[in-house]
């Protein structure tokens, strides 16, 4: 079976502070993809990043970061300076062989920065 | 091009009423899919199609219908609502040649409310 876990249920920061978002996996496919996704206040759902099971190289994209780590099945988030247009429910998702062509969600975090 | 367009993007149902939620995507993929969110839950699947005349059951389709005549269009159909029902359903697709690595492209969502 396949799950995507996000602890955090909601975290809050003040501006200008770093905050890493976990997410852990469970797959039995050797081929996989992991994706972030943000979802603004606005509610709409947009794609932030994918990386695939075969590289393991942490990629960073102006104040974004992420860490994947497939010895302990993670793959985290860091926001740098977080800012307020920050503010967002961020999930997690896993698309992997063994499902089809489906993707499997974890919870979401919820994340709060405060001016 | 316009992306994934839902519609409505609101509705209000009562318990028993029958509705379809319309899906529609330019970017002439073959892989679409229906996803409710639920607070705490993350999005779950309800059905998911991989071309058009092909549908197939995801986490959570009782209730609901689907039909794929066409590769842009694929509504969700409410047989007889339910308050369980009450959600924020979205629309999605991808590309189905890159199955694994493509990202899903999200419509707006559609926040039903049965009473």
């Known amino acids: 079976a396949q799950k995507v876990t996000q602890a955090q249920t909601e975290i809050s920061v003040v501006e200008k502070e770093d905050v890493t978002l976990d997410c852990v996996y469970e797959?039995?496919?050797?081929?996989?993809?992991l994706f972030w996704y943000k979802q603004p206040p606005s509610g709409e759902l947009v794609f932030l990043i994918r990386r695939n099971s075969f590289d393991e190289q942490n990629e960073i994209s102006g104040r974004y970061s992420w860490n994947f780590q497939k010895s302990t099945s993670s793959f985290n988030f860091t926001i740098t300076a977080s800012q307020v247009v920050d503010s967002a429910v961020y999930f997690c998702a896993l698309s992997g062989d063994n499902y089809g062509q489906n993707f499997v969600f974890g919870p979401g975090t919820r994340l709060s920065v405060l001016p | 091009n316009a992306g994934v367009t839902q519609t409505p993007k609101f509705q209000v149902l009562k318990t028993g009423q029958s509705m379809t939620l319309q899906c529609a995507q330019d970017?002439?993929?073959?892989?679409m899919s229906w996803y409710r969110q639920d607070p705490g839950m993350g999005l779950r699947l309800i059905h998911y199609s991989v071309g058009a005349g092909i549908t197939d059951q995801g986490e959570v389709p009782n209730g609901y219908n689907v039909s794929r005549s066409t590769t842009e269009d694929f509504p969700l159909r409410l047989l007889s609502a339910a308050p369980s029902q009450t959600s924020v359903y979205f629309c999605?697709?991808?590309?189905?040649?890159?199955?694994?690595?493509?990202?899903?492209?999200f419509g707006n969502g559609t926040r039903l409310t049965v009473t």
């Open positions: 797959t039995r496919d050797t081929t996989y993809y």
């Open positions: 970017m002439n993929h073959e892989y």
């Open positions: 999605a697709s991808r590309h189905r040649g890159r199955v694994l690595s493509s990202p899903l492209h």
